[in-house]
């Protein structure tokens, strides 16, 4: 009984373990599951963090991960980590320059591109998108 016993605990512990969120080394893991927002280099940092902490509910209803990128730092409702290239990779594989927004959608393709913040014009593209037409059906 008491192998059992540590087997099921063995068992229970690696399903447990695995369900946290990957350390990130670039966006291709968040690929088919989330859509993408990325905020290079922004002057209005602090004012778009509380726009996507207002709007979280509208933010997880199109499986949206966010990230605000500064010279060597990030912000993000991403739960895992990132490996210390994270941010270079990302600006280097979607050439985004600073003071760019960029929506970047499940398929990993950039949708979007913005030069100032309009949530409400990023929900529009989103809720254009038959994947997320589709999403809205159920």
């Known amino acids: 009984m008491n192998y059992v016993v540590k087997i099921l605990f063995l068992v229970f512990s690696m399903s447990a373990h695995s369900s946290e969120p990957a350390v990130l080394s670039d966006l291709a893991a968040l690929q088919w599951n989330h859509r993408i927002v990325v905020v290079n280099e922004v002057q209005s940092q602090e004012a778009i963090l509380a726009l996507f902490e207002k709007n979280k509910s509208k933010i997880d ?15 993000t409702n991403y739960q895992g980590g990132f490996s210390e290239d994270f941010i270079a990779h990302t600006k280097e594989r979607y050439q985004i320059k600073p003071g760019k927004i960029m929506l970047i959608g499940k ?22 998108m038959p994947m997320r037409q589709n999403e809205m059906l159920y």
């Open 61 to 75: 209803e199109r499986d949206i991960i966010w990230f605000v990128f500064t010279d060597s730092k990030v912000e």
């Open 107 to 128: 398929d990993g393709g950039v949708k979007f591109l913005l030069d100032r913040m309009d949530l409400e014009a990023i929900f529009s593209e989103i809720d254009a």
